[in-house]
């Protein structure tokens, strides 16, 4: 046998004792305390009229007003989806004209409020009364009435596409510049045109760059869309508004509009999560943890770790 009488004894194991942490007690008591009032509030006060909300919640005109809103969310969606593709495209030509173009496009719907496009759209019939199809600086084939063409739930779908493509354009701009170069470097020595790269490489890749804020662009959309009430589109909002001029109770009918929005951009954060997944697959940002359970014991583990987790062994007394 070896004689290890003259070795250096191991020392002993590292007992680890969890760090303390009073704050994350007093950050939490404080938040329970605000929970538990707003909760003691909402059972307590007369004033929010729960009996009125459940009335008027689930009544035609409120299903009506949803309906338009996710008819607004999507058409403009749809409008600044296709639009920011295509000036992003025409941002990242080599052509000064086109690149230009699209800078100013840009800077001009990024630079002016939504609100101001909205009531720009419903009164351009005072700029320009009629529509006319022919040719350029010559004779006239068909002319219609502006207004006639385009509604005030025209405009507002106009405005709101238009504006959502400027910032779409920085989106797929930036997720597209996230692929790397040599992928289309190769791509071009086998033949293949800058079109096609373009849709078979660079923005299939892209996609899992684009899709996180362009989900969350859509939830902010549909929030967005309650300005069009300001040209008396009846979606949600609107219908909320004519309800409490019947009623005069704001802060219930408010709280109702709120509970639907909150139900909808709901539905938006679960599709977005699942549309991360898919296009993720394959990299460790492609498995977003957002189920709620899941936060909640996060939460709790991170006020208080566990008594029972082992102690971890300390790395100079593995080598030793």
């Given amino acids: 046998m070896t004689d290890v009488e003259g070795a250096t004894p191991a020392p002993p194991a590292i007992k680890a004792v969890p760090v303390r942490h009073p704050g994350r007690w007093v950050a939490a008591g404080v938040i329970a305390v605000l929970v538990a009032m707003m909760v003691n509030s ?3 006060n007369s004033a929010y009229q729960w009996s009125l909300i459940r009335h008027y919640a689930f009544t035609a005109p409120i299903f009506h007003g949803i309906e338009v809103t996710i008819e607004l969310t999507a058409a403009a969606m749809a409008i600044g989806v296709v639009g ?3 000036l992003a495209v025409m941002r990242l030509s080599p052509n000064p004209v086109v690149s230009t173009a699209s800078w100013f496009y840009i800077w001009a719907f990024r630079g002016t409020p939504v609100l101001v496009q909205i009531l720009l759209w419903f009164n351009l019939s005072s700029l320009f009364p009629h529509l006319s199809l022919g ?12 207004n006639s063409v385009v509604s005030a739930l025209t405009a507002g779908i106009l405005a709101l596409g238009l504006n959502e493509a400027a910032y779409m ?3 797929v701009r930036a997720g597209i510049l996230s692929v790397d170069s040599g992928q289309s470097e190769a791509a071009s020595a086998l033949g293949m045109g800058r079109g096609l790269i373009m849709r078979r490489i660079v923005l299939p890749q892209a996609m899992r760059v684009i899709i996180p804020p362009t989900g969350n662009e859509t939830i902010s959309m549909l929030k967005t869309s309650s300005l069009v009430s300001a040209i008396a589109v009846a979606e949600l909002l609107q219908e909320t508004q004519s309800i409490i001029y019947r009623t005069y109770a704001p802060i219930p009918m408010l709280i109702m509009a709120s509970l639907w929005y909150l139900a909808m951009t709901s539905v938006l954060t679960v599709g977005q999560y699942y549309l991360e997944r898919h296009f993720g697959r394959g990299t460790v940002f492609g498995q977003p943890d957002n189920t709620l359970p899941r936060r909640l014991w996060r939460s709790i583990r991170y ?9 971890q062994p300390s790395t100079l007394s593995e080598h030793q």
């Fill in 42 to 44: 909402f059972f307590t």
């Fill in 84 to 86: 920011g593709t295509l």
């Fill in 135 to 146: 040719v350029p600086f010559g004779p006239t084939f068909v002319t219609v009435k502006f």
């Fill in 169 to 171: 354009a920085e989106i």
């Fill in 303 to 311: 006020i208080r770790p566990r008594p029972d987790e082992p102690a």
